[in-house]
């Protein structure tokens, strides 16, 4: 489609949906038609001015102007782009998109708060998870102590024969689940540990969390929101203070505390032979 105008060589970014519109060259004033084969004269024929100037590329501004009206013409800027659309997508319009500064704030806070309100539940599940390893170790290597001694006979009912065969068996066990045992029993305490030293990390995790949340909430209330959003804002405000000032301001009635660290996590034949001597596990 041609977008020259014929008389002087001025271009417009026209388009199909275009046709039938009028429009005046703003270089040469002469009258223009869109047509199907583009843009041709409407009319007598204008003396195009002298100029050496380049044809300036120029768009049509539609915005109000029907099927076969004049149209005003908006000159482009000098990389192309019409003043009205000036600027393009700015930060300002991608905060909006996402729902403010306030928005982001409330929503960086609750991951906060929720991360690290877990942290402390799965740092203490993994402490219990490595102590049940020693419990499972320590439960199958009674179990096949137990299946040493014969049948029908208890460790109190066993001749002086059959119970030492039966304490070099459980020697035997013992010195095979010895290192499991041992390292299990390591891994648990590791492990109760480390969930104890998170603590001072997730309680820095959850201050800044909260304090993310507030600004968001107070952001909500200074700015032009609907009353319904300053409302729940000023609710979610208010009994976020009524956590923090109830669990870590020292108004709480009891005292938090704080998991203990054992000093070993004892198993039922950590005691080597000697646990496995008269009296069996």
């Known amino acids: 489609m041609n977008n020259a105008c014929p008389n002087c060589g001025a271009v417009y970014a026209v388009t199909a949906r275009d046709i039938g519109r009028k429009l005046k060259c703003k270089k040469c004033s002469s009258?223009?038609?869109?047509?199907?084969?583009?843009?041709?004269?409407?009319?007598?024929?204008?003396?195009?001015?002298?100029?050496?100037?380049?044809?300036v590329a120029m768009d049509i501004?539609?915005?109000?102007?029907?099927?076969g009206e004049e149209v005003v013409i908006v000159s482009k800027g000098k990389?192309?782009?019409?003043?009205?659309?000036?600027?393009?997508?700015?930060?300002?319009?991608?905060l909006a998109k996402v729902g403010g500064i306030s928005t982001m704030?409330?929503?960086?806070?609750?991951?906060?708060?929720?991360?690290?309100?877990?942290?402390?539940?799965?740092?203490?599940?993994a402490a219990l998870?490595?102590?049940?390893?020693?419990?499972?170790?320590?439960?199958?290597?009674?179990?096949?102590?137990?299946?040493?001694?014969?049948?029908?006979?208890?460790?109190?009912?066993?001749?002086?024969?059959?119970?030492?065969?039966?304490?070099?068996?459980v020697k035997k066990i013992l010195e095979d689940y010895g290192p499991q045992l041992r390292e299990a029993e390591s891994d648990a305490?590791?492990?109760?540990?480390?969930?104890?030293?998170?603590?001072?990390?997730?309680?820095?995790?959850?201050?800044?969390g909260f304090i993310f949340v507030a600004f968001g909430c107070i952001g909500y209330l200074r700015t032009d929101q609907p009353l319904i959003m300053r409302i729940v804002a000023a609710v979610i405000l208010g009994v976020m203070m009524i956590i923090v000032f109830g669990t870590f301001g020292g108004c709480s009635i009891r005292e938090e505390k704080t998991p203990s660290v054992p000093a070993t996590t004892p198993s039922k034949m950590g005691g080597g032979v000697g646990k496995a001597g008269p009296g069996g596990f």
Do not use: N
């Not at 499972?136 to 002086?160: F, H, V």
């Open 31 to 55: 009258a223009l038609i869109v047509t199907d084969a583009g843009l041709v004269l409407d009319g007598p024929v204008a003396a195009a001015p002298q100029s050496t100037a380049r044809p």
């Open 79 to 94: 990389k192309g782009k019409s003043r009205q659309g000036r600027g393009g997508s700015g930060l300002g319009e991608l």
């Open 129 to 169: 998870r490595a102590e049940a390893l020693t419990q499972k170790l320590d439960a199958e290597a009674e179990a096949k102590a137990k299946d040493k001694l014969p049948k029908g006979k208890t460790e109190m009912t066993l001749s002086e024969d059959e119970r030492k065969k039966y304490m070099d068996d």
């Open 61 to 67: 501004d539609d915005e109000d102007a029907g099927e």
């Open 189 to 208: 305490r590791v492990a109760r540990i480390s969930m104890v030293r998170s603590l001072w990390y997730d309680r820095y995790g959850l201050m800044f």
């Open 105 to 125: 704030l409330f929503a960086f806070g609750v991951f906060l708060v929720i991360w690290f309100t877990f942290m402390p539940k799965i740092g203490e599940a």
